[in-house]
């Protein structure tokens, strides 16, 4: 093994000149003796000295570290990442050089260790590898985010899928008084039904499962801290397993489930190049506001019937950047909407205008009902109304504004359809946007408003 070792850290040196290169001899220190005798003939223990820390061995296990991720890029090496001299790892450096047209010597040559090291760059490129923060979980994960670019919720934790799931990465959290890894493994075993297990590692701090599921290999990985065991499932389409079975290998040494620290954010969802959205107008003269998300990245928003508009600038000092204003040029005069007094505490109206798809290409304005509900920092509109209604018009029993709808779509991992999630953004943000803009909105008069009158539908076109 030490033979082993030896020749695994030479062939990671710069290059093989040096791994080569004869050592000079060192003249190896007396030992310190453990005792000491005093003037007087008096015996006493000396404490021993610390052991000096070794720099070369701290970089050769760096070395073998990268040794052992690049060729599990490759597809040669399937074992833990810990930069550990092992008979798996002569193994898969020899599988990488038979592969390769080399001689299998367990020795990677300077030129064998660049080309192996390119070739796992190239792999990380073309996966999209990077390093994520969980922002649920705080859980460190390694995510191929060109294969898995949808982002959404998971029911404990964060989801990332490829656009028709054939990928799906799931974390998750389970926090409870006695719990254990091997009540947990148990669990995971069984669900969902059906699940064929073929490898099975149970730990008393963590565990791994992989097999079938369905027509789709998984893995899960789980690891336990006093009464919380934080993982993530994989799942992914056989068809996929060339490239996705080296993934999996570096995903489950890059996870880091507790004390994760800080990474680079995960990569958003991806925009559509055609998105619609609903408009509230605030001032005669083609002032309308909207959700700022509805109308971000957009290269022209149109206002179906009225012409192009243009988007202001965000006046930093304002209390919501949520908030939109668009300013709409040379069109008729138009109906403002009014500001009700003060929030309703139980029903309210949302009025907007859903996508075309949702009603065989019509463009009619449309109410549905929802209740408030706090959310933490939130209110929430539950029910949630469908695509098209982000930025609607959320009004009282008497058709008066009290904000708008603020719409997010919770894309799920898999065929599923997505999740619409909506909240308020209250009168008191809409009116620190209005007033950074020198714009004020009256207060109702008595009887009804119509908020109808005040909705208008916004095409945005991105590049």
């Not at 019509?362 to 209740?371: D, P, Q």
């Not at 509109?381 to 603020?406: C, E, R, T």
């Amino acid at each position: 093994m030490r033979r082993i070792a030896a020749a695994l850290i030479a062939s990671l040196a710069a290059t093989a000149a040096f791994a080569q290169s004869a050592t000079p001899r060192s003249t190896a220190p007396k030992p310190v003796p453990t005792v000491a005798v005093r003037p007087d003939g008096t015996v006493v223990a000396r404490p021993e000295t610390p052991a000096t820390p070794n720099p070369a061995a701290a970089q050769a296990n760096a070395e073998r570290t990268a040794l052992q991720s690049d060729l599990a890029w490759v597809g040669a090496y399937n074992g833990l990442i810990n930069g550990e001299a092992s008979d798996r790892l002569t193994a898969a450096v020899k599988a990488f050089q038979k592969d390769n047209g080399g001689t299998p010597t367990g020795t990677l040559t300077a030129p064998e260790r660049s080309a192996l090291a390119a070739a796992a760059k190239a792999l990380q490129a073309n996966a999209g590898w990077k390093i994520v923060l969980d922002p649920i979980n705080g859980i460190k994960l390694g995510l191929p985010t060109k294969f898995a670019p949808v982002q959404g919720n998971a029911a404990t934790g964060s989801k990332w899928s490829s656009a028709q799931g054939q990928i799906q990465i799931e974390t998750w959290r389970l926090n409870d008084t006695g719990l254990t890894i091997a009540a947990v493994a148990g669990k995971e075993k069984k669900q969902p039904a059906g699940r064929k297990v073929e490898y099975s590692v149970v730990k008393p701090d963590f565990f791994v499962l992989s097999g079938l599921q369905g027509l789709k290999r998984f893995y899960v990985k789980g690891q336990i801290k006093g009464a919380e065991v934080r993982g993530f499932t994989v799942l992914y389409d056989q068809a996929t397993e060339g490239t996705m079975a080296p993934v999996v290998v570096a995903m489950a040494s890059a996870f880091v489930p507790f004390d994760g620290g800080t990474a680079s954010p995960a990569p958003p969802p991806p925009r559509k190049k055609v998105e619609y959205a609903s408009g509230v107008v605030v001032s005669r003269d083609g002032l309308i506001a909207t959700d700022g998300y509805a109308v971000a990245g957009c290269e022209i928003v149109v206002v179906a019937g009225l012409g192009n508009a243009e988007r202001l600038r965000e006046d930093k000092s304002a209390k919501s950047s949520d908030i939109a204003l668009l300013r709409l040029y040379g069109a008729p005069p138009l109906t403002p909407a009014t500001l009700a007094p003060e929030a309703p505490k139980g029903d309210v109206t949302i009025t907007g205008i859903a996508e075309p798809e949702s009603q065989a290409g019509g463009h009619a304005t449309s109410t549905v009902s929802a209740k408030l509900a706090a959310a933490g920092n939130e209110v929430r509109l539950d029910p949630a109304p469908g695509l098209g209604f982000d930025g609607a018009a959320v009004s009282d029993a008497d058709g008066h504004l009290i904000g708008l709808a603020k719409l997010r779509l919770d894309v799920v991992a898999g065929p599923a359809p997505a999740a619409i999630k909506a909240s308020l953004i209250g009168a008191e943000a809409l009116r620190a946007r209005l007033a950074a803009a020198d714009i004020r909105l009256a207060s109702p008069a008595a009887g009804r408003s119509d908020p109808k009158a005040s909705v208008v539908r916004l095409i945005c076109v991105r590049k």
